[in-house]
């Protein structure tokens, strides 16, 4: 059982920046692989950052490759992603996503992760 909670989203117009946080709960947070996926209306929910258990990888996808940062901070529970250079395209409800099982790598397929209650990142041009 864990529990995430999201912050940090909001709106932004294009070109600017913002970061969100994870807080969780519920487990020992330094043995979790935490990512980040979004999700818009009559789409699938898509991988956006991976950040290894252990902090030693990360992965982005390709469309936020060079402009969005994952990172962690174990003595907060707490996983970020800087988000620099929006575009309108970025707009979604964000998700923090926990792995569901200790010491993993990252993962894009969403069965993998517990889930946030996501927050709305709106970005206009």
């Known amino acids: 059982q864990v529990q995430l909670v999201e912050s940090g989203g909001g709106l932004v117009q294009a070109g600017g920046s913002l970061r969100l946080s994870c807080a969780a709960s519920g487990r020992t947070f330094s043995r979790t692989t935490m990512g980040w996926f979004r999700r818009v209306p009559g789409k699938e929910r898509e991988f956006v950052s991976g950040i290894k258990w252990d902090g030693s990888s990360t992965s982005h996808a390709n469309s936020v490759s060079g402009r969005f940062t994952i990172s962690r901070d174990d003595a907060k529970n707490t996983v970020y992603l800087q988000m620099n250079s929006l575009r309108p395209e970025d707009t979604a409800v964000y998700y923090c996503?926990?792995?569901?099982?200790?010491?993993?790598?990252?993962?894009?397929?969403?069965?993998?992760?517990?889930w946030g209650q996501g927050t709305q990142v709106t970005v206009s041009s």
């Open positions: 996503a926990a792995a569901r099982v200790d010491y993993s790598s990252i993962t894009y397929a969403s069965q993998n992760y517990y």
